[in-house]
C-alpha cells in the first residue's frame, strides 16, 4: 500500500462521490417541493401512499412477475395561488395493474414498469392523479433507502492519489466505550479494579472503521476474519446487492441522490465495497499461489497450467475473472520460469487494456506482480 504520504485529504476524499453542482440545485429543488408536498397530506393519506410504496417496494425487489398499486381517494395539490386544495380522485382510476407473463416474456424487470407506470401517471390530465402518483414515486424510493436498507457508522475514507473511490477507512482518534455503544463493542479483558469478566463482542477494531462493521471480511493486512473465503463472498453479495437498491431508488426518483441519507449510505457503502472487494481478490490469489506451488512440488502441473486471476472490477463494482494461459494443455513440464514469463506478458497487455479503468488496471497489476514475485526464486524441492 502506498504511504500516507500519496494520499489526498479527507475532505477531497468525499467531496470525489459528491454529484456536480449544476445538477444537485435542480434536483435539491425537486426533493424539497415533493417532501413540502407529502408533509402538507393528510396523515391518513401519508399513511396510505407509504403502504402502497411499502408494497411496491418489496415487490420490485423481488422483481415478482405482477404488482399492483392504488392511489388515495383524493389528495392535497398545490392551489393557484399559495396553500393547497383538495382534489379528488374518481374510484375507478384509483388501482393499477402492472407486469402480467405476457409483459414478462419481453424480459423486462418489475421496476421498469412500476416506474413508466407512474410516470404515465404523472402526465395525466387530472392534477390529483399527477401528483399522488409523483408522491407514489418518490415514497417508494424513500421507502427502499430509509427502510429496506441498514444505517450504518458514519465513517471516512480516504482515496489514493489518482483514484476516484476513497475506499480507504480513517482510523479513529478515541474508539467509543462498548458500553455506550453496543454495536461497536470489542473484546475486553476482566479488569482488577472492576473485577468484571471478558465481554464477549462481534467485530474487532479494524471493521469498526468501516460502514457496516457486520459486512468486513479482511483486517488491514489482508487477513481473513472468518471461518470460510465463502463467508467472504457472501458479505461482497450483500454489498452488492446494498448498492444495486440504493440504484434502484435513484433510478425510480432522481432527487433522491441529494438526499442526506441516501448519500451517507452510497458514500459508507461504496467505500466498503471497494475494499472488501480488493481484498479478496488478493486473498484468493494468494490462495491460487499456494496452489500451485504445492501442485507444482506434487508434479501435478505437467500438463499444462491456466490462471483464473480474480479481480475486482471498481467500475462494475463486481468480481471477475481474468484468465491467461501460462503452459499450453500437453506434456510439458512446470517450470516456474514459465509463470514469470505470462505474467510480465500480462502485465503488459493490462496496462494497454482500455476496457477497465485505471484503478482496476493498477490493482490487476499488483496481482500479476505477486505471481511473479512469489515464482522468481522459487524452488521445485520441498523447503
Known sequence: ???????????????????PAELTEPLQCELEEVRQLFAAQPLMVQRFIESQAASLADAI???????????PDRVLVPAPADGFQTVSIPPE?????????????????????????????????????REASRLLRHTTAVHIVYNLLPAGRSVHYLAEEGETIPS???????????????????????????ERGELLV???????????????????????????????????ASMQRYLRLLHYAAAFSPCIIVDEVYQQK?????????????????????????TIKRRARAQNLNRG????????????????????????????????????????????KVAQDTRLNPTTRKYIIKQLKMLEEAFLNFSLRSP
Open 61 to 71: 425487489i423481488a422483481n415478482v412477475p405482477e404488482a399492483r398499486f392504488m392511489l
Open 266 to 290: 452510497r458514500y459508507g457503502m461504496l467505500g466498503q465495497l471497494v475494499n472488501q472487494g480488493r481484498a479478496l481478490a488478493i486473498y484468493q490469489t494468494r490462495q491460487i499461489i499456494e
Open 168 to 194: 480507504i477507512p480513517v482510523e479513529e482518534e478515541q474508539v467509543e466505550s462498548a458500553l455506550t455503544a453496543p454495536t461497536d463493542a470489542i473484546a475486553e479483558e476482566r479488569s482488577e479494579e472492576t
Open 1 to 19: 500500500m502506498p504511504e500516507p504520504a500519496s494520499r489526498v485529504s479527507v475532505q477531497e476524499a468525499s467531496s470525489l462521490l459528491q454529484p
Open 93 to 129: 382510476q384509483r388501482e393499477y395493474r402492472i407486469g402480467g407473463w405476457a409483459t414478462r416474456l419481453r424480459r423486462i424487470e418489475l421496476r421498469v414498469l412500476a416506474k413508466q407506470r407512474l410516470t404515465e401517471l404523472e402526465q395525466s390530465e387530472n392534477q390529483g392523479i
Open 305 to 348: 497450467l491456466t490462471i483464473r486471476l480474480p479481480y475486482f472490477d471498481d467500475q462494475d463494482l463486481t468480481m471477475k475473472i481474468y484468465p491467461f494461459v501460462v503452459i499450453p494443455a500437453g506434456r510439458i513440464m512446470f517450470v516456474p520460469a514459465f509463470v514469470v514469463r505470462a505474467v510480465r506478458e500480462e502485465e503488459a
Open 202 to 236: 462481534p467485530f474487532v477494531p479494524y471493521a469498526r472503521r468501516f460502514f457496516l462493521p457486520q459486512w468486513v471480511a479482511f483486517d488491514e493486512n489482508g487477513e481473513l476474519l472468518l471461518s470460510s473465503v465463502q463467508e467472504a463472498e457472501s458479505h461482497i
